[in-house]
């Protein structure tokens, strides 16, 4: 996500550094990275995101990358230390950590943005995000998550709510939404426009829009690598 000159990353699962190229983004041109939860297809990258600041020239990086994850995130952060130690250590004040609450709502604001977090369905530490521009643009996202009242409150009114829906309505999983509970929580947020993305492989054989239209109205994006949408308040 970009806001103003800041660019923000919402997790980094793999693959994440060869797509974000294709995007013409390199690592060096992120100034934060936030973590919903902890989970590999969320967090596998970051390992490979850090080496790479270092090796094999640790000065590329000039202005520090700030990671943000919900309550937890240091003990995570220090097991992965445990295994790959210096080689995922950058030079002194180029990695900044923020750990938001995960049992409550919370926030942050930086130069560019505001983000509220809220605490969702899925993993202890996982929580979503809004992000509200100076221009008072917001953007939502879920990270994983089950049905949450907690999202729907996050989410009100909104620019844009991007929504996992990880199964279609008839496989349905504890811990993950589906295209029309996506959409219930959509409309009941009342965003303007609603992208449904992490879609598993059983969702490829499924009407992921018409099941997401039983209780959603508005603007509806199904996710596709590499999509660019452009939001304006
Ligand atoms: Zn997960
Ligand atoms: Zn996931």
Known sequence: ??????????????????????????????????????????????????????YPDGNRRQS???????????????????????????????????????SLKDSRDFRDFTVE?????????????????????SVVYSGDTDYSENLIELAQGADLLICESAQ???????????PSLAGEMATRAAVSKLVLTHFYPDCEDADLAQECRKTYSGPLILAEDLMQIEVIG
């Open 117 to 137: 977090s809220t605490p969702v369905e899925h993993n202890p530490e996982s929580i979503a995000y809004r992000i509200t521009s100076a221009d008072g643009s």
């Open 64 to 102: 520090p990358l700030t990671i943000a994850a919900g309550r937890g995130f240091s003990d995570f952060f220090a097991g992965l230390k445990a295994v790959y130690g210096k080689w995922i250590e950058l030079a002194p004040g180029l990695l900044d950590f923020v750990e938001l609450d995960n």
């Open 168 to 178: 279609p309505d008839s496989l349905r999983v504890k811990g993950h939404l589906t």
């Open 1 to 54: 996500m970009q806001v103003a000159n800041t660019r923000l990353l919402f997790d980094s699962g793999p693959g994440t550094m060869r797509r974000l190229l294709e995007a013409d983004t390199t690592i060096f041109d992120l100034n934060y990275v936030f973590y919903s939860h902890f989970h590999p297809d969320h967090s596998a990258e970051l390992v490979p995101l850090i080496f790479a600041t270092k």
